[in-house]
């Protein structure tokens, strides 16, 4: 597993940043974003398909071959934490019309 930081230009040119988990299974990238409690700018759930188009970039990875996450931490305003894959429709490798469903099998990141 890879995990990183992501710094990204969030809304109205805000600093934005999330934590980016990466796990190859059976020749998919399962990629997660995960919403840090000092991140400042934009969400991830905001920002989805900017942060999905800009990971297929930088891993040098086709969108047919991954699929994607979204995470939020426990914290004060969360009992639990919440996960999401995130489906996407996509134009070459650029990622439109994110859609959430419950997922279940966080573990693969450790959580």
């Known amino acids: 597993m890879e995990t990183f930081i992501h710094n990204f230009e969030g809304f109205w040119n805000s ?3 999330c934590k980016v988990h990466v796990v190859v299974l059976h020749d ?3 990629i997660c974003f995960e919403e840090l409690d000092d991140n400042q700018g934009t969400s991830v759930t905001n920002v989805s398909e900017h942060l999905a188009t800009q990971m297929i970039k930088k891993l040098n990875i086709r969108p047919g ?3 994607f996450f979204e995470s939020y931490p426990e914290n004060r305003h969360r009992k639990d934490r919440s996960f999401d894959e995130i489906l996407y ?3 070459g490798n650029v990622a439109s019309k994110p ?3 419950p997922a279940k099998n966080m573990e693969i990141f450790g959580f």
Do not use: A, G, R
Request: hydrophobic share 35%; with cysteine; charged share 20%.
């Open 28 to 30: 998919i990238t399962h």
């Open 89 to 91: 429709t996509w134009q």
């Open 99 to 101: 859609h959430w469903l």
């Open 15 to 17: 600093e934005s940043k």
């Open 65 to 67: 071959l991954c699929k």
